[in-house]
């Protein structure tokens, strides 16, 4: 007989914390986000934290190699989308993995034949107007020039005037040599007045652009999430299907862990991958697997050897998973049990399995309680697609500019080849929609507001860790009654008059 649960599952938006004591030393500035990204034992440090605790969503609306450089800089982790082929997702790991603080590889790339209507459009879509001028029109190709902002008028000059007769040429260029540190390459800048410099190797081919503004961020950054080497960290989303040859090439690409990405975890499919990747590299490659929803997923995803797991099924902003075929729960009680799972299991084995509340997301005081109610940390798509640095357009529509959001289960996202439940191709069914999100201005800042709201309100909670945050926090179920009072309400608007 099919059991029921009769307890309703919940979401985030049905509950509120409760204030505990906030002692003297419970401030903002002491508060300590660090988390843990991956499986360690009692007593030991895990081989990877997090220093804050959110990643950026296995999508490709969300995340590329940009993203990850944007987000490890703030001290998170990007997960590279795994829906295109393992050479371009190597590639994009190992951009992330070269990628030097300050040191831009050029996005927005021109040829002389290029015309003055190129320009404009490539100035539409990536917002960038320093352009390189390459031979070939690569990032990488031999520079034959830049194109600024001030080399063109836009009143006066031909739309079909070619790039060749009015970039500024590489004879009046002046350059950097690979090799040249930060420092030096913003000496350079300075002292010739240049709001860029580009670095050229032996045969003259672009390496990367510095801009003037990108050296003072680094020096400010210090909750970055670095290797060893000081290099940035990133995450990849594999699949449970060519694993065996897409971990080895991200692997040799530098990858700091892997994620299976699916809806839904509690599979053989699962359980294979991660063995694979154990007899393959034993502990070395941290792999990540999921999505569950509950105890019995954790405890067979935990067995399997995870070193996190995700947990939601049909939560997120863009899925209709729960429509197209009715699996899912909602995400607090999802979080809540595997919570209460992985925390069974810790006092079982001696062994700590991190968990990750993924989508769902709508304010950032969801954020803070999924981490009161026991999340590691936090998986957002939406969240970070608003921002400059996710790889989709940036449109203007009539109720202002927006960003191109679209789910991995969408037929947009789908085209790509991987896609197949293993049947006929009209069998497929959409499992996300596609979308525009409220384009947001900067990571930095975005992410810069949400963590100090966190903060606040785990001082309210009298906790300056996650830790002892989740170990006392206290959450009241609200009703809707009560949802209503805590906006405003009994007065008239003046934004609405
Ligand atoms: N978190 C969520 O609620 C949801 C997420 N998504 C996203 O959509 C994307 C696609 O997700 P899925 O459709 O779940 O992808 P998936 O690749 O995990 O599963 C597709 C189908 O293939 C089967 N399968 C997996 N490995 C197999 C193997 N080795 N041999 C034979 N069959 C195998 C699965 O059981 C499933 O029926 C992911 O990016 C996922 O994150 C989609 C829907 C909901
Ligand atoms: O039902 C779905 N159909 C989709 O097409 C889809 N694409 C992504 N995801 C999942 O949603 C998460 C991101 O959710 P948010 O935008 O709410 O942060 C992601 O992290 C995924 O878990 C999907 N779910
Ligand atoms: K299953």
Redo the contacts with the bound molecule.
């Keep these: 007989m099919a059991k029921i649960i009769q307890e309703p599952s919940r979401t985030f938006g049905e509950y509120l914390l409760i204030p505990n004591l906030t002692t003297k030393d419970c401030i903002v500035a002491n508060v300590d986000l660090k988390t843990p990204l991956v499986r360690f034992k009692k007593g030991e440090e895990p081989a990877i934290s997090l220093n804050i605790p959110m990643i950026s969503?296995?999508?490709q609306s969300v995340s590329d190699d940009k993203m990850a450089v944007a987000l490890a800089k703030n001290g998170g982790m990007s997960f590279i989308y795994g829906s295109q082929t393992i050479e371009e997702q190597a590639e994009m790991v190992r951009k992330v993995k070269k990628y030097k603080a300050g040191f831009v590889i050029s996005d927005s790339n021109l040829t002389p034949d290029n015309t003055l209507e190129d320009v404009l459009n490539l100035l539409n879509r990536t917002g960038h107007s320093t352009m390189a001028v390459t031979a070939d029109g690569t990032p990488n190709g031999k520079l034959l020039g830049i194109v600024t902002a001030r080399d063109y008028r836009t009143s006066r000059d031909e739309l079909t005037k070619k790039v060749a007769e009015f970039m500024t040429p590489y004879e009046r260029l002046i350059v950097g040599k690979e090799g040249t540190t930060l420092k030096a390459a913003n000496d350079i800048i300075w002292e010739h007045k240049l709001n860029s410099l580009p670095i050229i190797d032996k045969e003259g081919n672009l390496q990367y652009l510095v801009f003037r503004k990108d050296y003072a961020e680094d020096k400010e950054n210090s909750r970055a999430l670095l290797d060893s080497e000081k290099r940035y960290m990133v995450g990849a989303g594999i699949n449970s299907r060519d694993y065996a040859e897409r971990v080895p090439a991200l692997v040799e690409a530098g990858v700091d862990a892997v994620c299976i990405d699916s809806?839904e975890g509690f599979s053989e499919w699962q359980y294979d991958t991660i063995k694979w990747v154990r007899d393959t590299y034993g502990d070395s490659v941290k792999i990540g697997a999921g999505?569950v929803v509950d105890r019995e997923g954790f405890r067979y995803l935990a067995n399997a050897g995870a070193d996190f797991i995700k947990v939601?099924i049909?939560?997120?902003?863009?899925?209709?998973?729960r429509e197209a075929k009715g699996i899912g729960r909602g995400q607090a009680s999802a979080v809540l049990d595997v919570a209460a799972a992985r925390d069974e299991y810790f006092e079982e084995t001696g062994i700590y399995v991190p968990i990750c509340s993924?989508?769902?997301?709508v304010h950032d005081y969801h954020i803070t309680l999924a981490l009161a109610m026991g999340a590691d940390f936090v998986?957002?798509?939406?969240?970070f697609a608003r921002f400059d640095e996710s790889p989709t357009a940036k449109v203007k529509t009539s109720k202002g500019y927006m960003k191109e959001y679209w789910?991995?289960?969408?037929n947009r996202?789908r085209n790509w080849a991987r896609y197949d439940l293993g049947g006929k191709k009209e069998l497929t069914f959409e499992?996300?929609v596609d979308s525009y999100v409220p384009y947001a201005g900067s990571l930095e800042d975005g992410v810069g507001i949400t963590l100090h709201k966190i903060k606040s309100t785990m001082c309210n909670c009298g906790s300056t860790t996650i830790k002892h945050f989740y170990e006392n926090a206290r959450l009241t179920l609200v009703s809707a009654t009560s949802i209503q009072e805590g906006s405003a309400h009994d007065v008239v608007l003046k934004d609405n008059q």
Excluded at 379 to 383: D, N, T
């Design positions: 969503a296995i999508m809806s999505n939601g049909g939560g997120g902003s863009i899925c209709i998973t993924d989508g769902g997301i998986m957002l798509g939406r969240y789910g991995e289960g969408s996202a499992e996300g």
